[in-house]
């Protein structure tokens, strides 16, 4: 018997049980919260593995149809598509061309989908550019940001006529949002929606995803990528894209910044989305590999996480797999 007084305030209460556990949670994920980023490569005729993404492939106009399926079947939100085209050129020629990859893959996923996903695209020159950088340079080999603001109104039109509905605007240029606002309401395209990657930051675990775009990149993003050491700017960026139009902002990478996300919740009157990353995801892909964690355990952490600092939806590469869990628990 002790003789100091028992404690009356127990919160562990309300952990005694996963019934209980599951009834108080603060943080809950669905499958509609989800959007799988996807690649589609220009001439393949299977899905080709990406060495560094293990389980991430790109995909081949067939393969894509039947990943569609899969992913509508499995109830998330959306899908973000990238396209990996077999020629590129100093003003990233293909992302504008109507039979380019990015824009025949967007036609076929609205085929596919319906009303099941959001199909959404990246718009983005970095795919496209033989120099691999997210705009068109300048004589001094500097990216021309007002140049590269063209760039984008046209894309932004090329994917709104091929079907796209969420055009995401990855690039970091200046007055971005804006200008494809007012291409998209010139044209009639005034439904289609914009996500602002508002905050997205010079990292390093982006790695990965230049494989899976096989990127051209010279050089480094650092003159118009966030600075890492950078929390204020990240509110700043996110303010401006708001003021320009931005129907959704976004902040990227997401676990090494998840305190900008938390800001970014707190002022944004739009819904705020993250994206968990190619470096991300491999690092816990290769962590399991080695028996070092949990890997399902893991997976389902990171993105509650990402969620409980304030995103509203997540791109992962974990998108499907997740959503396949949840909802064999009974989460739709």
């Not at 899969?70 to 100093?90: C, N, R, S, T, Y």
């Not at 997210?134 to 039109?157: F, H, I, K, P, S």
Request: glycine share 8%; net charge negative; charged share 25%.
């Amino acid at each position: 018997m002790t003789d100091f007084p028992r404690p009356t305030v127990r919160p562990r209460r309300l952990r005694s049980t996963p019934a209980m556990r599951r009834l108080v949670a603060e943080t809950r994920v669905s499958p509609a919260d989800l959007v799988l980023p996807m690649f589609v490569r220009e001439g393949a005729s299977d899905p080709m593995p990406i060495g560094s993404m293990p389980g991430v492939v790109q995909h081949s106009l067939d393969s894509l149809r039947s990943a569609l399926v899969e992913a509508a079947e499995a109830g998330i939100g959306g899908v973000m598509l990238f396209g990996v085209p077999e020629h590129k050129d100093a003003v990233g020629s293909g992302a504008t061309d109507p039979d380019g990859i990015l824009n025949v893959a967007t036609r076929v996923a609205v085929e596919e989908a319906g009303d099941a996903l959001i199909v959404q695209t990246d718009l983005c020159l970095d795919e496209f550019t033989d120099h691999g950088h997210c705009g068109v340079l300048d004589a001094r080999g500097d990216v021309d940001n007002d140049a590269t603001l063209e760039r984008y109104r046209d894309m932004a039109l090329a994917q709104a006529d091929a079907g796209s509905a969420l055009l995401g605007l990855s690039g970091m240029m200046d007055g971005q949002t804006a200008a494809v606002r007012d291409a998209l309401d010139a044209s009639g395209h005034d439904g289609v929606a914009i996500l602002a990657y508002s905050a997205k930051y010079a990292s390093a675990f982006y790695g990965p995803f230049r494989e899976a775009v096989q990127s051209s990149l010279r050089g480094d993003r650092r003159s118009y990528q966030l600075d890492p050491a950078n929390r204020r700017e990240g509110t700043r960026e996110v303010e401006l894209d708001v003021a320009e139009g931005a129907d959704i902002v976004m902040v990227k990478p997401a676990m090494s910044y998840l305190d900008v996300l938390a800001d970014t919740a707190a002022v944004s009157p739009v819904p705020v989305w993250a994206y968990q990353v190619s470096g991300e995801y491999a690092m816990i892909e290769a962590a399991a590999a080695h028996g070092w964690i949990d890997r399902e355990r893991a997976v389902l952490e990171s993105i509650v996480g990402i969620r409980r600092a304030g995103a509203d939806a997540v791109l992962t590469y974990f998108a499907v797999e997740l959503a396949q869990r949840l909802r064999a628990e009974g989460i739709r």
